[in-house]
């Protein structure tokens, strides 16, 4: 006889892992907001979801499609892109995203996540190695895992060079990651450039904000792998439409796009759609059109899912998106101002709330705490949504609240944000409890 759901063994097995989770304070749970709140938290930085005009632009689109292919598919695109899924809707996307961004091919994917475990999945072959910074995203480690990769070795965070960079605490610098490997077993396949090396980057780490030194990991590949088989990998979710000019991307900010051998742009953050594209040569992208599970076993995207990067890609390009950047970085600066203003005035215990007193170049901003969801909550309860982060998502010690910052955040809700930071810093300084709202 089967044994109901209730009692089968697999289900206590997995409600007393949720359980386990719950008494760590690690439970995740879904969660959604009403409208009228403060938006301190969505990835929406250039907040291009209250363009009217980018509204009526694929509203437009797609009325104008539905009207001239009257039988073509509308909601859904019918298969894989090998398949039926290809149109030459998706083929004209990709030409005009690789000529946005400076690149010679580009190939889309449903999503970020998708990109990146189709590309690290396939793309390094058996002796090849991947060097990643150790703060890389989940999807580059779902990819390297699948990958034929003879390693996968983590460099420190955002550490170019080994001056000052203790071996013995965690990941090494890139350079000396790179210089072990040159000095180690495979040496001789890597210096002659028989193996590959991929070095895996983000733009902008999505939790502290912070951005790669580009420039130096490029300088640093070219001069310890001359035989040109140092291949670095940018993925730049969090800077698309943020960085360089129009919102290309920090590649090309700093002027490398010859110099990667990959991007990856993800349309989920700022460009407030979603999906990705992958930024190559033709013959890597037609090496993953064969190779990249993610992209062969897979429905394609269907036309509102395009016609909605085809617009935001058109709204970038005519310059109309540099005003919200602009407002964007008047509100970071003030937020900024505002939230470090905090720590000093009441000298905050860095385990109550410590604030990097650097101007932060991206929209995000770590309000580091012990207490991530007492402060979290705080200021939920005013309608100021903003998330806690804590372990395993960062490592403990330094758990956070994380602001994000978005082009159409008024000063009004700035000021309050930081209000309700400040009452919270203040009640717990003067009361061994946090009142939550109804109690004041
Ligand atoms: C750095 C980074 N890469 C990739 C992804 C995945 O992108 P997507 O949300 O489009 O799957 C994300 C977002 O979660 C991300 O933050």
């Not at 000095?183 to 895996?200: D, H």
């Not at 005519?318 to 005035?345: F, M, Q, W």
Request: charged share 20%; hydrophobic share 40%; glycine share 8%.
């Amino acid at each position: 006889m089967t044994q109901s759901r209730e009692t089968s063994g697999l289900e206590k097995v997995l409600a007393a892992r949720l359980a386990d989770r719950q008494a760590r304070s690690q439970l995740r749970r879904l969660t959604s907001f009403p409208s009228s709140t403060a938006d301190f938290s969505s990835n929406s930085y250039l907040s291009l979801q209250l363009v009217p005009e980018l509204r009526q632009a694929y509203i437009s689109l797609l009325e104008r499609h539905a009207s001239s292919s009257p039988t073509g598919p509308l909601f859904g695109s019918g298969g894989s892109r090998l398949l039926d899924g290809n149109t030459p809707f998706a083929e004209s996307l990709e030409a005009q995203i690789a000529a946005f961004h400076h690149a010679p091919a580009s190939l889309l994917f449903n999503s970020g996540f998708d990109a990146n475990v189709g590309l690290f999945s396939c793309v390094p072959q058996p002796g090849d190695i991947i060097v990643y910074d150790e703060l890389i995203h989940a999807s580059v480690h779902d990819g390297m895992r699948t990958s034929r990769a003879a390693q996968r070795i983590p460099f420190r965070h955002n550490t170019v060079m080994s001056r000052g960079c203790d071996k013995d605490q965690g990941p090494g610098s890139l350079e000396r990651v790179i210089t072990d490997l040159i000095q180690g077993e495979r040496g001789e396949a890597i210096k002659r450039g028989r193996n590959a090396v991929f070095v895996a980057v983000e733009g902008v780490y999505s939790m502290d904000g912070d951005i790669a030194p580009l420039e130096q990991i490029n300088s640093c590949v070219t001069r310890l792998l001359p035989a040109g088989n140092g291949h670095i990998i940018v993925d730049e979710a969090h800077s698309t439409g943020l960085f360089g000019d129009q919102g290309r991307g920090l590649v090309c900010e700093y002027g490398l796009e010859d110099s990667v051998f990959a991007r990856v742009h993800t349309f989920g953050k700022a460009m407030g759609a979603s999906g990705a594209a992958v930024l190559c040569t033709p013959v890597v992208r037609e090496y993953l059109i064969n190779y990249a599970r993610t992209l062969i076993y897979t429905t394609a995207m269907p036309l509102p899912g395009l016609a909605s990067i085809k617009v935001t890609y058109d709204f970038l390009a005519s310059g109309k998106a540099d005003v919200l950047r602009a407002n964007l970085r008047n509100i970071v600066t003030r937020a900024h101002e505002l939230l470090l203003a905090i720590c000093t005035r009441h000298k905050t215990a860095p385990e109550l709330l410590h604030v990097d007193p650097d101007v932060p170049r991206s929209p995000i901003i770590a309000l580091l705490t012990g207490q991530p969801r007492s402060l979290a909550t705080y200021c939920q309860q005013r309608g100021l949504i903003v998330r806690p982060i804590v372990a395993p998502t960062v490592p403990k010690g330094r758990e956070r609240v994380r602001v994000c910052l978005h082009a159409a955040n008024s000063l009004a809700q700035v000021t309050a944000l930081a209000q309700a930071v400040e009452d919270w810093v203040w009640h717990h300084k003067t009361a061994e409890t946090i009142p939550t709202k109804t109690r004041l």
